[in-house]
């Protein structure tokens, strides 16, 4: 599968998930999107102090807090950076997928869901560097996807075969 086809294939997922699903989904993707082994190559004087307690704070409470509480947070942490404009990838990769969590509590885009699994698909790249015309080569890749789609199609019935008939 090439990067655009799936692409193309996370968006397909994001438009058929339901509402739990998509909850789910996101939950679980900000969770492993903030976790602390990203953050491990960050130093000190990308952020100040008060933005490295806020960016804990948001790490802590991303299951439990509202969108106001994150963006408070999230305010916080964005007048604390200090790098100018070379943040380190983890911290980046934190950065924004609590921008994507925190934009879906507001205003319910799934927009921000896909952006979300995007940013996951690309936190494995950087990982283990897949092929952009064969991204599902690798196994770290495929169990990423495969992660993906299944939080987003939980619970799903599959299709009757009537309506597949249909679908042709």
Same mark, same amino acid.
């Given at each position: 599968?090439r990067?655009? !086809?799936l692409e193309? =294939?996370?968006l397909? $997922?994001?438009? #058929?998930? +339901?509402?739990? @699903? %998509?909850?789910a989904?996101?939950?679980?993707?900000? /969770?492993r999107?903030?976790?602390?082994?990203? *953050?491990d /190559?960050?130093?000190?004087d990308?952020l100040?102090?008060?933005a490295? #307690? =806020?960016?804990? /704070?948001?790490?802590e /409470?991303?299951?439990?807090?509202?969108?106001a !509480?994150l963006?408070?947070? $999230?305010v916080?942490?964005?007048?604390?950076?200090? =790098?100018?404009?070379?943040?380190?990838? +983890?911290?980046?990769?934190?950065?924004?997928a609590?921008?994507?969590w925190?934009?879906? %509590?507001? !205003? @319910?885009?799934? +927009?921000?869901?896909?952006? *979300? =699994?995007?940013?996951s698909?690309e936190?494995v790249?950087f990982q283990?560097?897949?092929? *952009?015309?064969?991204?599902l080569?690798?196994? !770290?890749?495929? #169990?990423?996807?495969?992660?993906?789609?299944? %939080? $987003?199609t939980?619970?799903r019935?599959?299709?009757?075969p009537? +309506?597949m008939r249909?679908?042709?």
């Amino acid at each position: 599968m090439r990067y655009d !086809e799936l692409e193309a =294939a996370i968006l397909e $997922l994001v438009i #058929a998930a +339901g509402e739990d @699903n %998509l909850r789910a989904f996101g939950l679980d993707t900000v /969770t492993r999107l903030t976790r602390e082994d990203l *953050l491990d /190559t960050a130093v000190d004087d990308e952020l100040t102090g008060d933005a490295w #307690a =806020a960016l804990a /704070t948001a790490r802590e /409470t991303v299951r439990t807090a509202d969108a106001a !509480e994150l963006r408070a947070l $999230l305010v916080r942490i964005d007048e604390g950076v200090l =790098a100018d404009g070379d943040l380190d990838q +983890g911290l980046l990769t934190a950065f924004t997928a609590l921008e994507h969590w925190t934009t879906y %509590l507001e !205003e @319910n885009r799934r +927009g921000e869901i896909y952006e *979300l =699994a995007i940013r996951s698909i690309e936190e494995v790249d950087f990982q283990v560097s897949v092929d *952009l015309d064969d991204v599902l080569a690798t196994p !770290e890749m495929t #169990a990423e996807y495969a992660r993906i789609e299944r %939080l $987003l199609t939980a619970g799903r019935r599959p299709p009757s075969p009537e +309506g597949m008939r249909r679908a042709r």
